[in-house]
């Protein structure tokens, strides 16, 4: 295989990975905030919240992440009068994405610490929030981390998507490389081997930190 | 001190409470005795509004606790509370269990807490366990740190949920002589237990309960040696061997 068009075109590569990257960090970031609201909402005890975190969970996760970036892309910069620039759209519906599988681990890590936890709380006095933050969430917090992290590692994949939008990220670029060079083939292999070092740091440092939170047990 | 005034509760289509009426004076040590199902958990978990009531109302120091107005957290601090399965915070030290409460309900100084933990675990036997986590403790001793976590509250009534049912048989005498030790020192205590041993020693009285109602009360004289309920024999005739 001729690897003559790497050294040529490594910038492309590097922006790429640079745009991946952020996208990710900042779509994980934003996510997480997002499903942490709506874990919230979907354990409370008000019908109302609990029907709107469950509707817009069910409705982001069961339509393609592509129909949802197509949706936001050309439809959210009509509702916004300010323009933004591409990589914000990106972000943004990456993000509203990712918030609805973040909100479904959150919600099952609270939901696996032992109903008893909030019983003791509750019968040393503390009111429902107080045992929600000094008790069950230190403890979901444990349980969440690995698929937190996971999820990470889905987002960086994921992201390659939003490229048919236009957005300069690595897919996005290894298809440039692809039509300047005629090289039909090669350029995408970089690209498969860049993601898969990403994701595999990404997972390897994970597990460390899994098996030092487990060390602490 | 603790008033129940015609205790019902429902879990859905089921009956568990169909009338509680009964009066826990200051002082006094109630065992709660009965067949399994009978809803003696279900009454000491009303106690303290862990299970709300569907019916009847709950009086705690004057205080309507099933009054909607009423904030329970104020009174749960004047209940402790000791459970079957321990629920000790397993993400804390034991110190650290046990001075959550004085401190973060209380707002007492942690250092002036710390102290008062110290004594309460070497009134439990355990001391030289300060440091240590729940998951490196026996269930003896996860109780009696469980009963110490109760106690930092300074409760002015203590409610155990069959504290032994869950202990190995050889670790069931040292939680037992906490609880001896608690009585004797005048503690109002509510206690649902199998240990009929237990309940003849320490009880001021007897509550049998059957199918949600309290079938016979009395001292335990009056209970073990002449129960005048056939339910009550029947029962006492099972587990009295």
Redesign the interface.
Known sequence: MDLEFLIKYKMFYISGVQNTLLLAIFAVFFGVMLGVVLALMKLSKKKILKAIATAYIEFLRGTPVIVQIYIVYYGLPNVVPFELPDMVWGIVALSLNSGAYVAEIIRAGIQAV?K??M?????????HN?GMR??VI??AF?NILPALGNEFIVVVKESAIVSVVGITELMYRADTIRGITYKAFAPLMVAAVIYFIITYTLSRLLGIVERRMSAG? | MIKTINLHKHFGSLHVLKGIDTHIKKGEVVVVIGPSGSGKSTFLRCL?L?EQPTDGEIIFEGVSITDPKNDV??Q??K???V?Q?F?????MNVTENVT??PV???KIQKDKAQELALKLLERVGLPDKAEAYP?QLSGGQKQRV?IA??L??EPDVMLFDEPTSALDPEMVGEVLDVMKDLASKGMTMVIVSHEMGFAKEVADRILFMDDGIIEEEGTPKEIFENPKSPRTKDFLGKVLY
Do not use: C, T
């Not at chain 2, 629920?87 to 993400?91: C, D, Q, Y």
């Open positions: 032992d008893g936890q019983e003791a709380a509750r019968s040393i006095g503390m009111p107080m000094y008790i230190p403890q444990k047990d | 303290n862990l957290n104020v749960r601090q209940m402790g509370m459970f399965q629920n000790l915070f397993p993400h959550i409460g973060k309900v209380k998951k469980a976590r109760a930092a509250m």
